[in-house]
Structure formats: C-alpha cells, structure tokens
C-alpha cells in the first residue's frame, strides 16, 4: 500500500495518510470482529466441483479457495446434505519444493553409490551407504508430494487451496439449489451453490492447470505414470443425464449421445449460476457457449446465452436418428478451475416463461406457462399466506423439476392489459393505484394507457419486467392530452437485485402541472417484442418503503468479544423514518447495539456483543427493521447479502439464504495439506 508524502525543504517526510487507521480498523471489524486475536486470512471460496449431485448419492467434491487451512466442517442450508472433510491441499512454497528436490538427489546419490558398490549378498546389510526399504518409501514419498502439491505458476493463487469433501444427499432431499460454506475454528466462508437433481450425473476429475516444469520434472525422475490419465475430449453418455465439468484455457468438451427423429432435446447449461461474479476476468463470468453436432460434424444448433442471461439454453427438434455430440467451450477460449459448469441434456420438460408475472396478495394466480416439453401449459400460484415482494417459485411434478422463475406479490388491484391499447384513442383509462399485468406482443409495438389527475398530485409509474426474467428492456414515456412528452423514463438501478448487470426496469415519478388527463406510454427501448416481453406496470400514489441488506452473511467473534457488521438502507419513494433493528436467534445473551439508523440514513454499524459465557459453535441469526410513522408499520426482514465484484470494477451485493454467526475459542486444529510435514 502506497503512504502519502509531502517535502519539507530538501527532505522527503513519509506519512500514511489520515485514512488508513481507520481502513485497517474497519477491515478488522468486519473481518474478524472486536475481540478475536489473530490476522488469518479470510476464508474465500472460489468454486465447488461438482457443485451438486443426484438426490440419495454420495460424492467426492473439491472446494477450491483462500485461507481454507482451518477450514473442517462443510455447512449446508439444507438438512438433506452432509458433509465430510477428507483432506486439505495447498501448493508448497520453492523452499520447500527446493529442501524436497535437494533430499531427493541425496537419495538418488545414496542408492547409485549403493549400487555401484554391489548390492550386499544372502540379505546382510552393509556398514555404509545401504539402501534401505525406509529410503525407498521416503523416496517414493518425496515424488508423490511433489506430484501432488508442486508450485505452479499458470494457477491462480485465489484459487490454489483445495478442501475434499465426501458429501452425501438424502433420496428425500428436495431438488434445487442449496448453499454450501466451509467452517473454521475462527472463520465462516461466503457462500457458494450447489444444486441437488432427479438425474444421473456424470463428473469430469477434478481440473488441474497445465504445470510443464512439473512434468519435466516428472520425466526426469520417470514418474509421470503416476500422474492420473486425463479425461477424453468425447465422453458417451445417455441421457437425461448431468454432466459436470470445469473449463481449463483452450479447451473444449465433448458428449455423444444418442437421439431419435422429432424428440425436442433441451441442453441447460448452470455457469454464471454458480458462481455470480468472477472478480479478475471480463466479462466477470464464465461465457460458455453450446453447440450442438450431427453424426457428419455439421452444426444444427448453438447458443451462447439465453435473451439476457449468460448461461445459455439449447432447445432442438432432432432431424434424423443417429449420434449428435454437444460441446461446451468458453466463448473467448479463456478459462481456469472456477470455470465450472453443470449441463441437464435429455427431453425434458423446461419452463422458459409466465405469464401474468405476478398476483395480488392473498389471492391465488392462476399464469400460463410457456416452454418445450411441458405437461401443462397452466399452473396456480398460491400468493394466500405470501409477503408482498419478489419470491422464487419452482415448477415440479415431483419426479421432473421444469425450471423455476421469480414472481411478484402485491396488495394492489391488478388488471390484466386491455387489448387494443396501441393509439391514444385506445388507451384504457386506469384509476390508481393499479397494477397492469401486460405484453409487448411484437417489435414496434407501444403500450398507451391514459389517468387523470389534479395539479400538483404526485404519481409513481414502475415497471417490473427485467427483475422478474422478462427480456423486455422497457422505456416509459409520459405524455399531455396534446401528445408531447413531459419526462422519460429507461434504467433505473434498483441495489436489491444484486444478479441483474443490466438494471432495465424504468421508474417515473410525475407530479402533475395541471388538471387534466395524461398518457403512459411504454416500449421496448431495442424496438424488440413477443409474447415473452411481459411486464407489471404499477401506477400509483408514492407509497414509502424500505429493505434492508446486511453485509457479510458470516460473522465471527470470541466470547466476550463484539462483531460489527454494515446494514445498508435501500429506501423508495420518499421514506426517509428511522429504523429500528430487532435481532432474534443467536446464542443466549447475545446483544444488539447500536441498532437504530437515523432517519434518512442509507447505511449503519451495528454492533453484536457476544456473552463471555457464549459456547463456542455456529448459530443462525435474524435480523428484522421496524418503523412506525404517521400511524403506519412497517416491517421488513434484513437480507444477509455478500458484496461481489465482477470484472475488476463493478461491485455487487449478492444475497444469501442465511446470516451465520461463529463464536469461536482459541485457535484450533488446523488441517495439514496432505502428504506434507
């Protein structure tokens, strides 16, 4: 780190700038907590591989990362998987590859002169330079170390250290994704997904990055047999199947499989999925690309991503019988360990859109479903006992799992667009505050909506299309009764939803100049359309509110000690109350400081001072945000979220499904990198 200077006549005074004491001080804060002795570096895991596996399998899985020598116990969020940590790995220093290469020449030299001096006769040892069964297993040891833990300088130190885990998954687990963290004596790790499936799944060995001194090294001491046989390029496999795999520079890789004339084969490819945000790579996420080949190597098919997200979606109606072969490749040929990809290839069913994308609280909704393969094309929504907000639903008919999509509940009337609606003179007359469930059915198309209002009454008009998975990149556009247009509207940023890199959802806050009748009118902003563009269009009075995000997910801190974690306020629409913080679960005892934000403020710094007779272990917290004005309530969970950056730059904040809290006691045991003294 660079210290400020100043010059003082002929002399260079060298000061640290104002800032650092109070860097450092909140680097240890939020890293370790008040209280807990000891700089270790933070746990960060990098990838998981495979990162996931079949519901009533068990498993081997690498969990590549930093500072994961501490790291024995695997914690997921669901109670269908367990884990076991079987060994941790770490690339040896030079020293130590140098003290290792110089013991075994010593060896080397041991044996040449023992043999030179005629091996001893009848089994009787000789007083010098005998060659010991102790010597040739140490011998032995020596190159399997090497082989193993070898320095290597085309790996990314990020990612050097493995964890090995035996992960086992109930049949009754249910399908989906789960969160995966390695725990530590003094350290929780971030978050990673990992995803339990109905089908068979086939795992390329763990991926190494090519190392050539390693091998010459090898070749010289005749040892590179030892070495395990790489994966082919071509595997044959029989789907439905998932097929897990990590992306190495330059590579490519290859499954045949075979199909029959008309079946409608779907290749879903998980990349970004799995690991969000990649912090020194551009675009910050693996780019991978499928591409589908007949039996004669003739493409028939490929896609790089799905509309807007990375990962891509193969559909195909297969031409004819025969072989096809599928290849996965990283679009810019990049790609290292985290590289990691899980790929569901077989004729299944596959929701690819909803329509409406969202319901009135309390009521249930009935959307229509649009995908391949489908057994329905119909399915009910249950919004009776759901919270206002955006949640996950999951399409399942308990053997095959269809995709899953996001889908917003609200308390406000809905109605569902009418139809013609293009020219001013159709424009349907909304009474706020409404929600309109609508589509932009085909390119060009405008979507016009007419209101009435008094001088100086305000209204917010919000789109909610691209966070909920819909392609539609919306523009609004707000218009007199004589046409012009009075304001525009095209991204707004919304920081809860941390995943979109392309925030595309307009926001329009519009208060009225004059009595009289106004005009929405809302477009794709690419001139693009079809029955997948849906959106929510909200018009409506302000209606304040908040969220809450906590930053990171997994605190520690020791008995006695006190943990201080960031809460940052997203406030909408004029809320601008304090915030009263209220914690539940933790061990007993636990306190909550500083737990109000003041009004207007977006950020605070609490503090969790924990008893000096806490037991030391993990434990799940949850925090809640209470404001009461002007005789209303609100109440609003604080998301625990991680902050993540993508491509050296941009900075993100990811949500996790839990908020951690380790009590930890003195340094503990930590795991030898196998095979090393």
Known sequence: MRVGRFQTGKRIVRRPPRLLPALAATALLVGWGLGTAGAQPAPRLGYVYPAGGQAGTTLEVTIGGRGL??????????????????????????????????????????????LRAGRPRGGAPQATNTWTETDARRFRQILDEIRRNAPNRNATPALAETVTLRVSIERSAPTGEVELRLAGPRAISNPLTFCIGPWPERSRPPARPPNPELERFLARWRDLNTEATAAPDTIHVAPPVVLNGQILPGTRHRYQFP????????????????????????????????????????????????????????????????EYVLEVRDALFRGREDFVYRLTLGELPRVTDVFPLGGRQGETTEVELTGWNLPSTRWNVDNTTAAPGVRQIHFSDGSNHWGSTWFAVDSLPEIPEPEPNDTPAEAPLLSPPVIVNGRILAPGEADLFRFRGRAGEVRVAEVMARRLHSPLDGRLEWLDNQGRVLATADDAPDPAFGLITHQADPYLVITLPADGEYFLRLTDAQGKGSPAHAYRLRLSPPRPDFELRLLPSALGARPGGTVTAAVHVI??????????????????????????????????????QVPASAVPGVHRLELEGRARANEQTWVRPVVPADEWMQAFFYRHWVPARQLYLQVTDRPGRRLAPTGLR
């Open 69 to 114: 020598q501490e790291m024995n116990r695997a914690i997921f969020s669901s109670p269908h998987v367990t884990a076991e940590v079987l060994e941790y790995r770490h690339p040896m220093s030079i020293r130590q590859f140098n003290a290792l290469r110089e013991e075994l020449q010593q060896l080397q030299a041991k044996r040449q002169a023992w």
């Open 571 to 608: 406030r909408r629409e004029g809320f601008d109350h304090a915030i009263q913080l209220v914690l539940r679960g933790g061990p007993p005892g636990l306190a909550l400081h500083n737990a109000q934000t003041p009004e207007g403020a977006t950020q605070t710094w609490i503090h969790l």
């Open 259 to 322: 199909a029959r004339r008309g079946q409608r084969m779907i290749a879903a490819l998980q990349a970004r999925a799995l690991i969000p945000y990649l912090a020194d790579t551009v675009p910050g996420w693996f780019q991978a690309v499928l591409t589908l080949y007949d039996s004669r190597g003739r493409e028939i098919a490929a896609n790089d991503d799905f509309r807007f997200h990375p990962d891509p979606l193969l559909s195909c109606e297969i031409p004819e019988d025969g």
